[in-house]
């Protein structure tokens, strides 16, 4: 059978494209499937959550002896106003109207039946 | 023995006119590209129903003049938003359900707040799908209704129709739900449990940051960014091509952080025990045994998921004590079964057709 020639220029280049991603992907997640991987992963991991704690520790005092407010102070005050954001809210939907009801006028019927019913 | 055609010299004309006229456009999008805003998502007309800590609960506003009996809910993965089901008109999952006649709401969640890091799977299984299902139950009038979750929507669904099944549910419709946890083979190496210290992780935290997930996940397939990017070069001439990948690149990287205990629960008792599979979970005190799920399930996976792998998906079918149940294995990945063009082919009207009859 007669085969037309390639026109697309670009052709070669995308499936390759395609090729290079399947193999680094295949690669790359044998290589994270080990247990090397895993060590090293959690080893960086908890190095960086150390010294997130360490410096999460010192800035609290720091903050302190400035006499400003900390995170800890920061998360009180976001939970009062959740929970003053909440009490609006409920609030709110107790002045709604019932649902579907608001603007649009009655609730469509639900009587639908399937096509082929 | 195959045979090469002569040279069509107007052919070869023709398309070096048509790949100057690219390299053009390529030019003139590409700067189009970074100075415009990226495309609005999520835009069907919605309500919200109810807020309460990080669930939203929203309920779009129908547009046919007769709906299905039954409404539907649909349960978002906790890791992203659920605009993904809402992309665009014609692109929408919603937007077509609500084409189809049926009643949609939908639960989806906000990052939690610091002081929300205690919530577990019991908060989000039971307590704010639970608040749903009844929000939902009160604004129809109804007492039945579909729960339909994508992801760990459809595995926060599974466990709450286990723990409640005789709560007016009348189907279930789940979309790449994980269930055994061992086949999910790099987050389970990721998280082993002779190297992983989930403790001091979330002690550190609180909320794991929405970056440790969207890493995690970007980490599955190293090559793609790269590749995604030079795709978008490749067709940058073609504004549908560079609007879906602008939507979906956003949905990706617009992950959410995950409290604390619902983290190390999953990452304990899920990934390290496979609780869930071997029917051992419990839940806010509840065993989760899927097969007291008994009514209609259908169970609709992704031949090429690399983010819940087929063996991951597999055994739910098998689990569920449903005398009616389905699984649909469709071509695509994780996020172009939901809302690719395969979705829009083979997906929405499969859910259509499993439906229909049992929405009225």
Same mark, same amino acid.
């Given at each position: 059978?007669?085969?037309?020639?390639? !026109?697309?220029? /670009?052709?070669?280049?995308?499936?390759?494209?395609?090729?290079?991603?399947?193999?680094?992907?295949?690669?790359?997640?044998?290589?994270?499937?080990?247990?090397e991987f895993s060590r090293a992963l959690h080893q960086v991991t908890? %190095?960086?959550?150390?010294?997130?704690?360490?410096?999460?520790? +010192?800035?609290?005092?720091? !903050?302190?002896?400035?006499?400003?407010?900390?995170?800890?102070?920061?998360? =009180?005050?976001?939970?009062?106003?959740?929970?003053?954001?909440?009490?609006?809210?409920?609030?709110?939907?107790?002045?709604?109207? =019932?649902?579907?009801?608001?603007?649009?006028?009655?609730?469509?019927?639900?009587?639908?039946?399937?096509?082929?019913? | 023995?195959?045979?090469?055609?002569?040279?069509?010299?107007?052919?070869?004309?023709?398309?070096?006119?048509?790949?100057?006229?690219?390299?053009?456009?390529?030019?003139?999008?590409?700067?189009?590209?970074? +100075?415009?805003?990226?495309?609005?998502?999520?835009?069907?007309? #919605?309500?919200?129903?109810?807020?309460?800590?990080?669930?939203?609960?929203?309920?779009?506003?129908?547009?046919?003049?007769?709906?299905?009996?039954?409404?539907?809910?649909?349960?978002?993965?906790?890791?992203?938003?659920?605009?993904?089901?809402?992309?665009?008109?014609?692109?929408?999952?919603?937007?077509?359900? %609500?084409?189809?006649?049926? @009643?949609?709401?939908? /639960?989806?969640?906000?990052?939690?707040?610091?002081?929300? #890091?205690?919530?577990?799977?019991?908060?989000?299984?039971?307590?704010?799908?639970?608040?749903?299902?009844?929000?939902?139950?009160?604004?129809?009038?109804?007492? *039945?209704?579909?729960?339909?979750?994508?992801?760990?929507?459809?595995?926060?669904?599974?466990?709450?129709?286990?723990?409640?099944?005789?709560?007016?549910?009348? *189907?279930?419709?789940?979309?790449?739900?994980?269930?055994?946890?061992?086949?999910?083979?790099?987050?389970?190496?990721?998280? @082993?449990?002779?190297?992983?210290?989930?403790?001091?992780?979330?002690?550190?935290?609180?909320?794991?940051?929405?970056?440790?997930?969207?890493?995690?996940?970007?980490?599955?397939?190293?090559?793609?960014?790269?590749?995604?990017?030079?795709?978008?070069?490749? *067709?940058?001439?073609?504004?549908?091509?560079?609007?879906?990948?602008?939507?979906?690149?956003?949905?990706?990287?617009?992950?959410?952080?995950?409290?604390?205990?619902?983290?190390?629960?999953?990452?304990?008792? /899920?990934?390290?025990? *496979?609780?869930?599979?071997?029917?051992?979970?419990?839940?806010?005190?509840?065993?989760?045994?899927?097969?007291?799920?008994?009514?209609?399930?259908?169970?609709?996976?992704?031949?090429?998921?690399?983010?819940?792998?087929?063996?991951? +998906?597999?055994?739910?079918?098998?689990?569920?004590?449903?005398?009616? #149940?389905?699984?649909? &294995? /469709?071509?695509?990945?994780? &996020?172009?079964?939901?809302?690719?063009?395969?979705?829009?082919?083979?997906?929405?009207?499969?859910?259509?057709?499993?439906?229909?009859?049992?929405?009225?």
């Amino acid at each position: 059978m007669a085969e037309q020639p390639n !026109l697309d220029p /670009l052709g070669l280049w995308r499936d390759m494209l395609g090729q290079w991603e399947r193999g680094l992907n295949s690669v790359a997640n044998q290589a994270m499937g080990s247990d090397e991987f895993s060590r090293a992963l959690h080893q960086v991991t908890s %190095l960086g959550l150390r010294m997130q704690q360490s410096v999460g520790e +010192t800035m609290d005092k720091s !903050l302190r002896a400035l006499n400003l407010p900390s995170r800890g102070d920061l998360i =009180a005050i976001t939970e009062r106003l959740g929970r003053i954001e909440e009490v609006l809210a409920r609030i709110e939907s107790g002045m709604r109207p =019932a649902d579907g009801e608001a603007a649009s006028g009655p609730r469509p019927a639900r009587t639908r039946q399937p096509p082929s019913a | 023995m195959s045979e090469t055609l002569p040279i069509d010299v107007g052919a070869i004309a023709s398309r070096i006119q048509q790949e100057t006229q690219r390299a053009i456009q390529r030019a003139v999008k590409g700067v189009g590209y970074f +100075t415009s805003p990226a495309p609005a998502v999520g835009c069907t007309p #919605k309500d919200l129903v109810r807020a309460r800590g990080p669930m939203r609960l929203y309920h779009y506003r129908p547009i046919e003049p007769e709906l299905y009996r039954v409404p539907i809910l649909i349960v978002m993965a906790t890791t992203n938003r659920g605009y993904i089901l809402d992309l665009a008109p014609g692109q929408s999952f919603v937007e077509f359900l %609500l084409r189809q006649g049926y @009643d949609v709401f939908m /639960l989806e969640w906000e990052a939690p707040r610091p002081d929300e #890091k205690h919530l577990d799977l019991a908060d989000y299984a039971l307590d704010f799908v639970g608040q749903a299902v009844g929000d939902v139950q009160a604004a129809t009038g109804e007492t *039945n209704l579909t729960l339909l979750g994508y992801c760990a929507g459809g595995m926060l669904s599974c466990i709450y129709s286990a723990v409640y099944p005789d709560r007016g549910l009348k *189907n279930l419709v789940v979309f790449t739900t994980p269930v055994d946890f061992t086949k999910m083979e790099l987050f389970a190496n990721w998280a @082993d449990k002779r190297f992983f210290d989930v403790d001091r992780m979330v002690e550190t935290f609180g909320n794991i940051p929405p970056e440790i997930i969207y890493a995690s996940f970007d980490m599955l397939r190293p090559a793609a960014k790269i590749a995604g990017q030079l795709r978008l070069w490749d *067709n940058m001439w073609n504004d549908e091509f560079v609007k879906s990948y602008r939507m979906f690149d956003r949905w990706g990287a617009d992950a959410l952080a995950l409290p604390g205990g619902y983290f190390r629960q999953v990452t304990r008792e /899920l990934l390290w025990e *496979n609780r869930l599979a071997k029917n051992e979970l419990v839940v806010g005190g509840h065993p989760v045994d899927l097969g007291r799920i008994t009514v209609p399930f259908l169970h609709v996976v992704a031949e090429h998921d690399h983010i819940v792998p087929r063996g991951a +998906t597999a055994p739910l079918l098998g689990l569920v004590g449903s005398a009616e #149940k389905e699984e649909i &294995v /469709l071509k695509g990945g994780h &996020v172009s079964i939901a809302a690719g063009a395969n979705a829009v082919r083979r997906m929405w009207p499969a859910v259509d057709r499993f439906l229909a009859r049992r929405s009225v």
